[in-house]
Every structure is written in structure tokens, then in C-alpha cells.
């Protein structure tokens, strides 16, 4: 069956960097297009970046392009998304995403960036 499993969050201070890892398995991990998402306490979850299955497409949404990159290594079913400068505001749950016939979601993995 379809597992993720999401690593890497933690406490970070204002321009700090991150790094979300999200190991996958029960799928042909190579052939899918992979996603993070973020949701927040009384926030809708919303789509953070996209890579596809060839790994050179990506796409972001504009409030972390510059600042976050989402790359794959298919020779290890897994998804990272490297994040730079973080904000306050980038504070959230990450979650790994992907569709195989349904849509699929890891645990989530908790980012908080404070001072």
C-alpha cells in the first residue's frame, strides 16, 4: 500500500533553513508527480510545490518561490523540499503528497519558525 512518511521539521529562528525529507513506497515512486502542502491551526491546507516525475518540472506557489526548492532522488522513492530564509510565517504542518488512483497524504511533519 501507499506509505509517506515525512522527516526533517523543527524550531528554527527568522532566515534560517530547513530541510523536508518524505520517503514513499508502494508505488512507482519514478512515474508520479510529488507534492508538499502546508496547513496551519484554522488554515485550509494549501499546495506548497510540486515536482513531476522526470524532476526537472516544479512548480510553487509565489509567497516560497525564491526562498524553497523541491527536488527528488528516484533512486531512493524520495521527495525533499529545501527551505531557505524562513518567515514566521512559514510556520505550519508539511505534509507529502501523491496521487496514485486516489490522493495520499503522510503524518505531517510540524516547521515552526520563531525567535
Known amino acids: 500500500q501507499v506509505r509517506l512518511v515525512e522527516s526533517g521539521g523543527g524550531l528554527v529562528q527568522p532566515g534560517e533553513s530547513l530541510r523536508l525529507s518524505c520517503a514513499a513506497s508502494?508505488?512507482?515512486?519514478?512515474?508520479?508527480?510529488m507534492s508538499w502542502y502546508r496547513q496551519g491551526q484554522g488554515k485550509e491546507r494549501e499546495l506548497v510545490a510540486t515536482?513531476?516525475?522526470?524532476?526537472?518540472?516544479?512548480i510553487y506557489i509565489g509567497s516560497v518561490k525564491g526562498r524553497f526548492t523541491i527536488s527528488r532522488d528516484n533512486a531512493k522513492n524520495t521527495v525533499y523540499l529545501q527551505m531557505n530564509s524562513l518567515k514566521p510565517e512559514d510556520t505550519d504542518v508539511y505534509y507529502c503528497?501523491?496521487?496514485?488512483?486516489?490522493?495520499?497524504w503522510g503524518q505531517g511533519t510540524q516547521v515552526t519558525v520563531s525567535s
Open positions: 515536482i513531476f516525475s522526470g524532476g526537472y518540472s516544479t
Open positions: 508502494g508505488f512507482f515512486f519514478s512515474t508520479y508527480a
Open positions: 503528497s501523491v496521487v496514485v488512483q486516489k490522493k495520499y
